[in-house]
């Protein structure tokens, strides 16, 4: 079976470093030749709508026209390439394109980039999002984020509220060195060794909070309305795990899922039989903020609450139809809460969808965001990859939610303020311990007759 990634099937481009394909340009290596050849080839074949062949080499045109404007060409001398009707011979004639311009500019630009850009703007001529081009680094970082690592840092999710642009904590891993200073989920961090975080990405932020293990960096927060001193925090090795849970009050387990990542199933498994354990006797399943992740988990997670029958269908091109069930693993039913909002994407709302129409659990918050399309992930020899969106899902009641989301069964608007996880400052989440609450009377009064 293979591999899903991002709500998408991914299959391995096996291509040769050892020889250049027949017609490779000789100016490229035989790997960017082949780089460039299986990436053209993937999304004519793969994209889930018929793709022209001209657009995508006009796209590959436009886009390295712009990159060597971008770096200080005035007036670039790019040919174009005239699409036949064999893709085959389209893929060769990209390759002397790419060949041209790298034979008057490659000796300062580099070959690797200009491939780069021409593979980019095939992908971005079919004008979707999700169709992309991963730079090595790119696609390193996406397999990190959804099978997690090992890392130095203070051990909290970061995001930018879109309000102030400042940095934000999303969560705060249990244990690490964050908790141990005091910082909780909500907190805004307005300085991290005195430099101010408003108008920088995560990714900037990520680099401050980032450090060798051992070392010191002084953060100062607001909390609230009130700007407090600065926390020193020790930085630590840190695992990124994607399941937080705990013990509510009147035994509501709570898990909360930030990815649908390699490991998110066997730490729900684990979650949910240390919180049954305990003596759950519902549960609350948190997806907010969680934007997706692998088919296989969202069938795998979907499946402790569902006993059978359908979580997802995947539409291909052409119209082939895969239909995924249950996998029999489910948990003893017990009155189930799910949260969401309208950053709760992709491998999310496959879960929240199948939940809601299978009708095990009530989905409680904000319309999900509406990605419904399905996405392939081919790595490519040089670390780098691609991803072409290849097939639509729909919900088991035959839902195509993309664009549109899923609409909660109790509506309810999340605060800039909510803390996650804290029914006190959760608006959300006491919405859903007190619909588990009002389940959980129903079940124990006395039947009548």
């Known amino acids: ?17 050892a020889s250049a394909p027949s017609g490779a340009a000789a100016g490229l290596s035989s790997l960017e030749s082949d780089e460039l050849q299986v990436s053209y080839s993937l999304v004519t074949s793969e994209f889930y709508r018929k793709v022209d062949q001209q657009t995508l080499l006009d796209g590959a045109h436009a886009q390295l026209v712009a990159f060597l404007i971008k770096n200080g060409v005035k007036a670039p001398v790019v040919p174009t390439v005239h699409a036949l009707d064999n893709p085959a011979l389209n893929s060769r004639g990209l390759q002397r394109e790419v060949e041209s311009v790298v034979n008057t500019y490659g000796s300062k630009l580099g070959s690797r980039d200009l491939t780069y850009a021409a593979i980019s703007g095939v992908l971005s001529s079919v004008k979707d999002k999700y169709t992309v081009f991963l730079s090595p680094k790119e696609y390193a970082e996406l397999n990190e984020s959804l099978d997690g690592g090992n890392f130095s840092g203070v051990g909290v999710a970061i995001q930018i509220d879109e ?49 060798k293990e051992g070392s010191i960096v002084k953060v100062t927060i607001q909390r609230g309305t009130s700007t407090l001193d600065p926390i020193a925090i020790t930085r630590a090795v840190i695992h990124q795990p994607s399941v937080y849970s705990k013990m509510l009050p009147d035994d509501i387990g709570y898990a909360r899922l930030t990815v649908f990542g390699s490991t998110t199933s066997s730490e729900l498994n684990a979650a949910l039989d240390k919180l049954q354990a305990q003596g759950a006797k519902a549960f609350v399943l948190d997806l907010r903020n969680n934007g997706g992740g692998y088919l296989n988990a969202a069938i795998e997670v979907s499946s402790k609450f569902i006993p059978s029958g359908p979580i997802v269908s995947v539409e291909s091109r052409g119209g082939s139809n895969t239909q995924y069930d249950a996998e029999n693993t489910a948990i003893p039913a017990k009155p189930l809460a799910v949260l969401v909002n309208g950053y709760t994407a992709s491998a999310s709302e496959i879960t929240s969808g199948a939940i809601q129409d299978s009708g095990v659990g009530e989905l409680i918050g904000e319309k999900t965001y509406g990605k419904g399309v399905v996405q392939s992930i081919h790595p490519l020899p040089d670390g780098s990859a ?26 309810l608007v999340e605060p800039k303020d909510s803390r996650y996880g804290d029914p006190a400052t959760d608006p959300q989440l006491q919405a859903a311990v007190t619909y588990i609450q009002g389940r959980l009377a129903k079940l124990a009064a006395p039947a009548s007759n």
Request: glycine share 12%.
């Open 163 to 211: 309000a102030t642009k400042l940095l934000r904590v999303g969560e705060v891993i249990p244990g690490g060195p964050a908790e141990k200073a005091g910082l909780q989920a909500g907190d805004i961090i307005l300085e991290v060794d005195g430099h101010p975080t408003k108008g920088l990405t995560t990714e900037e932020d990520s680099k401050m909070l980032r450090g």
């Open 1 to 17: 079976m293979n591999k899903h990634f991002l709500t998408m099937v991914a299959g391995l481009a096996l291509l040769s470093t």
């Open 386 to 411: 691609i991803k072409i969106t290849s097939a639509r899902y729909l919900t088991p009641a035959g839902r195509d939610i993309n664009l549109k989301g899923i609409t909660p069964d109790i509506t």
